[in-house]
């Protein structure tokens, strides 16, 4: 790893649903909580950049069947200049969400870079997209639709971007982990939580670093979408469940990808906020991220 921290705040709720008529996702709090438990005293960032916090519209917004569809591109457009720029300073861009929405913004700013993957970690594939749901019933939710979008499927809105059209990124170029769910995803690599429990975190690290060099892929994003943890360890998340990773598992994972020189950047994504659960996860990003904040102390 050659690069300084980098930290980007966005704190945004816009791809949850609301959980209770007229009450807004927890999630926009997760930054600040992560922040104010310690995070940028153990990573000793280069830069801390604070995104505002865009509104949260409990109605459907014009011309979209995707909630907050219009802010979110909006946003996505902004968080992705951040993340450019935090690349073109040879930084290590740490997005702290917020929901998964995010996760298109780092994908767009990593592009501004070239050819990047996607190591996908989220206890949900987030694979939603109108070919699989009633798009004119029901008003879709990014954070359960991330992937799929980022895979160019869904709205134009949130599919086609600027200077790098669609997709973000391709089925073959994504590895799925972590989650829980029987149905059927695209032609992506992918790990359950099932198959994790049985193979474990260092042969889990084997099977996703050979398959970058399969691909050839010198660059991708890491997503961690926190319930990827099991609800055991970890209830504090929009849609917390079982089985999952533990705390240990995860920043051993996370050490891992990053070791190898081929992660761009990373992003922490739907933590709803709860004080007993904020230090855990602070020690996990910061343990697995540890040579980064090392490297940045001793420049200074």
């Not at 990593?110 to 019933?137: E, I, K, M, T």
């Not at 060099?213 to 360890?233: N, P």
């Not at 070791?259 to 007993?276: C, E, N």
Request: net charge negative; aromatic share 4%.
């Amino acid at each position: 790893m050659t690069a300084a921290v980098e930290l980007i705040a966005a704190p945004w709720n816009l791809g949850l649903r609301p959980p209770a008529p007229g009450r807004e996702p927890g999630t926009w709090r997760a930054p600040q909580a992560l922040l104010s438990a310690g995070l940028e005293a153990r990573l000793r960032p280069a830069r801390t950049v604070e995104l505002d916090r865009p509104p949260y519209d409990f109605d459907p917004q014009p011309a979209t069947r995707i909630r907050n569809g219009v802010t979110i591109r909006e946003q996505t457009l902004r968080l992705g200049e951040a993340v450019r720029a935090a690349l073109a300073a040879s930084r290590f861009p740490v997005v702290l969400g917020g929901d998964c929405s995010i996760l298109l913004g780092c994908l767009l700013g990593a592009r501004s870079q070239g050819h990047c993957g996607l190591v996908h970690l989220d206890g949900h594939s987030d694979f939603r997209h109108p070919g699989n749901y009633d798009a004119g019933s029901t008003l879709g939710s990014v954070a359960g639709m991330d992937l799929a979008l980022a895979t160019g499927r869904g709205e134009l809105l949130l599919t086609h971007w600027p200077e790098v059209g669609r997709p973000l990124v391709a089925d073959e170029d994504v590895i799925q982990i972590g989650d829980r769910e029987h149905e059927e995803i695209p032609p992506v690599t992918r790990f359950t939580a099932q198959e994790i429990q049985q193979i474990g975190i260092a042969r889990l690290g084997e099977r996703v670093i050979s398959r970058l060099e399969q691909r050839g892929l010198d660059r991708v994003w890491l997503h961690l979408d926190l319930d990827v943890l099991d609800e055991r360890v970890l209830p504090a998340v929009d849609s917390p469940g079982r089985p999952g990773l533990d705390f240990s598992q995860l920043s051993e994972l996370t050490s891992t990808l990053a070791g190898t020189g081929r992660v761009a950047g990373l992003d922490v994504a739907v933590y709803d906020p709860d004080g007993a659960y904020a230090a855990p996860i602070v020690d996990c990003l910061a343990s697995a991220l540890a040579p980064l904040a090392t490297m940045e102390a001793t420049r200074a």
